[in-house]
């Protein structure tokens, strides 16, 4: 398992992570109508890989091939955290989540948060963060649920568990 930052020319590797991660792994929590709102096959490409490149996340491979990827900005905020499908429950999340956490201690952060899918929510309580709120995002007029998530005390992580996410 290999963790990089991400290089110009993973934005379509990491679309399919993304669209791995909703439609076969957080589609035990939300319908189809959802997950087709949240991650449609036909986004704009050009509109992706700008805000891929804007949150420059972290990029976790195995057998050379994308298997997750995750960010953290300046202020804090986990923009995007998903890990494949083909690769769930191997690690990937845990070691995305530890980038974290260091990437946050070297910024001098106290807090983190993040806005998670009903999927990832026990993943991010494992590791440290509560819900602060329930959220109810409209994607192309489709209701779906996530929950505001944080985490005060930056410079604690579980690195016992080992599952995914979105």
């Known amino acids: ?3 990089r930052r991400f290089r110009k020319g993973d934005e379509a590797a990491l679309f399919h992570v993304y669209f791995s991660a909703i439609h076969e792994i ?3 929590d939300y319908t189809r109508e959802q997950t087709e709102a949240w991650a449609p096959a036909d986004m704009d490409q050009n509109r992706w890989a700008s805000h891929i490149r804007s949150i420059r996340p972290f990029v976790v491979e195995m057998a050379g091939e994308i298997a997750g990827y995750a960010d953290v900005q300046a202020n804090g905020y986990i923009d995007h955290f998903y890990v494949s499908a083909a690769f769930a429950k191997q690690g990937v999340g845990t070691r995305l989540m530890l980038a974290i956490h260091e990437e946050a201690r070297s910024l001098g952060l106290s807090e ?3 806005n998670v ?3 990832a929510e026990a993943f991010f309580k494992r590791h440290g963060f509560y819900v602060v709120r329930r959220g109810y995002p409209v ?3 489709v209701i779906l649920q996530n ?4 985490k005060e005390r930056v410079n604690t ?3 016992s568990d080992d599952t995914q996410e979105t």
């Open 157 to 159: 992580v579980d690195r």
């Open 26 to 28: 957080a589609s035990r």
């Open 112 to 114: 983190l948060t993040s």
């Open 1 to 3: 398992m290999e963790l």
């Open 117 to 119: 899918s009903k999927t």
């Open 147 to 150: 929950a505001l998530m944080r």
């Open 139 to 141: 994607r192309r007029g």
